[in-house]
């Protein structure tokens, strides 16, 4: 099922816990490591009981070893708090130095990672994000994001 997709002129007009999550998703970019792309990546989820986890990217020296910010949150969360439920996932990225967001929408690596999350815990996970056209967008399912996803049914 294709879900609907929103798209905001200004994050003042988001609901006020999505706009919650896109300031925690801005301070996380503080703690990206990114030498490499310059491209600071912060992400932030919600969950269930209101617990707020954040993360950032991680590069490496190797290339294909960077991770971004959206995985690195949700494997900190499903390690962390393996029985709640996600609400909600923002991202927002700026190149270093630069106060200004710079568009950018979850790669479809990450796409895959957030609908399966949202498989295992058999809800929704909406996701906000700062969009190429710099509006923003806003997905009631991860579903929306990535249709005919991988997933673990390929198996049955
Ligand atoms: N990056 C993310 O953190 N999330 C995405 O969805 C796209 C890209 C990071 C990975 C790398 O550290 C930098 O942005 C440039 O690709």
Not at 78 to 106: D, F, G, Q, T, Y
Request: proline residues 4%; charged residues 25%.
């Amino acid at each position: 099922m294709i879900s609907s997709i929103s798209h905001f002129d200004h994050l003042e007009d988001l609901d006020s816990e999505s706009k919650y999550l896109v300031h925690k998703a801005k301070d996380a970019t503080a703690h990206a490591y990114a030498p490499y792309s310059k491209f600071c990546v912060g992400a932030a989820l919600i969950l269930d009981d209101g617990t707020v986890i954040t993360a950032a990217n991680q590069e490496n020296a190797a290339y294909p070893l960077c991770m971004c910010a959206e995985r690195v949150a949700l494997y900190a969360k499903a390690s962390a708090h393996p029985e709640k439920r996600i609400l909600k996932l923002a991202v927002v990225a700026h190149k270093k130095n630069h106060k200004e967001l710079s568009p950018a929408a979850c790669c479809g690596s990450c796409r895959q990672v957030i609908l399966e999350f949202e498989h295992r815990q058999n809800k929704p996970i909406e996701v906000i994000m700062y969009g190429p056209d710099k509006k923003w967008i806003k997905v009631h399912s991860a579903a929306a994001l990535l249709p005919w996803g991988f997933g673990k049914e390929a198996f049955e």
